[in-house]
């Protein structure tokens, strides 16, 4: 693997590169050893919003690796923090990033960070402010813990959980719109996509009329499709697109026409919640396909008891699959 930085987003590295992050991460995940590469190392996990999997994976997988995570939760147990430049700063945020990161990189090897989309500007969101102002400011390596637009540990973790159940070859992957009582954030639907693009399998995404993913991000899982040998099909069609698939992957994401107006959001999905959800009718369309979901979930609102239940579900490996992916990230930014 090529010398490496950041970690913000799987589109920045070959296929190759990231089946070798994967590859790491099952001979972590089977105990083999891989050294202390964090010995004497911090590293700052930067917490904008609510964590479970990522915050105790990340805590333990630098503990593992020998190192002292470092966590910091803006507005929390750190100052509210401004990201744009050239802002009068006489509202309610006390300390710039730039301030905030270039101090912290005095103390760390490396800062992660999560920070969700607001939901309030598309066109301005789409471009992970917060996120490229951390990259901007700081010299030690970032990793994206989550953003406005991505979340590539979780698709890394996806990828190696398909292919720890499924194999290595190629399979027919549904990613699947759910309906949810408020709109969400795109990162795990996007990182997703274009991961399993990246990993050279035959993609459908499913959504009501109106919840397309960003169009420029489309374009480039579509040529990542083309290079790998994988296809890429969007449905709204419900039934079709279950047919015959090995994985349904399902996720709830807002819509890029109500960015800043929930109450628009909310009334325009109402119609949708009776046939987006993923029940034991539609599963049985598929190839025995696994389920996937990368938590936290709503049941009986997003999917069924029996599905999520059922011995087809892989949600618990995938999130213990974020530790031992981000294990393997970790391990190569400090190779």
Same mark, same amino acid.
């Given at each position: 693997m090529t010398a490496v930085k950041n970690f913000l987003n799987t589109g920045d590295f070959d296929s190759r590169d990231l089946s070798r992050l994967i590859e790491s991460a099952f001979q972590i995940k089977a105990g083999n050893a891989?050294?202390?590469? %964090? $010995?004497?190392?911090?590293?700052? %996990?930067?917490?904008?919003?609510?964590?479970?999997?990522?915050? !105790?994976?990340?805590?333990?997988?630098?503990? $593992?690796?020998?190192?002292?995570?470092?966590?910091? $939760?803006?507005?929390g147990t750190s100052w509210t923090l401004e990201h744009r430049d050239g802002v009068v700063m006489d509202g309610n945020k006390t300390e710039h990033l730039k301030e905030f990161v270039r101090v912290l990189e005095r103390y760390v090897s490396a800062i992660g960070v999560r920070t969700f989309a607001s939901l309030e500007n598309w066109e301005e969101e789409r471009l992970d402010p917060v996120l490229s102002a951390f990259v901007k400011y700081a010299s030690v390596p970032v990793i994206n813990l989550e953003?406005?637009?991505?979340?590539p540990c979780q698709a890394m973790a996806d990828m190696m959980t398909i292919r720890e159940n499924l194999g290595p070859v190629k399979?027919?992957?549904?990613l699947t719109w759910a309906w949810h009582p408020k709109p969400l954030p795109? !990162?795990?639907?996007?990182?997703?996509? %274009?991961?399993?693009?990246?990993?050279?399998? &035959?993609l459908v995404i499913a959504h009501p009329d109106g919840y397309g993913l960003d169009d420029e991000l489309m374009t480039e899982i579509q040529s990542h499709a083309d290079a790998t040998g994988g296809s890429l099909t969007v449905a709204n069609d419900l039934d079709a697109a279950y047919d015959g698939v090995d994985? @349904?992957?399902?996720?709830?994401?807002?819509?890029?026409?109500?960015?800043?107006? =929930? *109450?628009? *959001?909310?009334?325009?999905? !109402?119609?949708?919640? !009776?046939d987006w959800i993923v029940d034991e009718r539609k599963m049985s369309m598929?190839? &025995?396909?696994?389920?996937?979901?990368?938590? =936290?979930?709503?049941?009986?609102?997003?999917?069924? &008891? $029996? @599905?999520? &239940?059922?011995?087809?579900?892989?949600?618990?490996d995938e999130a213990e699959n974020r530790l031992h992916v981000q294990k393997a990230i970790m391990t190569e930014l400090f190779r």
């Open positions: 891989i050294g202390r590469p %964090l $010995e004497g190392k911090s590293v700052a %996990l930067v917490f904008f919003n609510p964590s479970l999997r990522t915050r !105790a994976s990340m805590q333990v997988g630098i503990y $593992e690796l020998g190192g002292n995570p470092v966590i910091l $939760e803006p507005g953003s406005a637009m991505h979340h399979k027919r992957v549904l795109m !990162a795990v639907p996007n990182s997703f996509a %274009l991961a399993a693009a990246q990993f050279g399998h &035959d994985v @349904v992957y399902a996720k709830s994401w807002g819509s890029k026409s109500f960015y800043g107006n =929930p *109450e628009g *959001e909310v009334a325009n999905r !109402a119609s949708f919640r !009776a598929t190839n &025995d396909a696994l389920f996937m979901h990368c938590l =936290p979930v709503r049941r009986n609102v997003v999917v069924r &008891d $029996e @599905v999520i &239940d059922s011995p087809r579900s892989v949600v618990i």
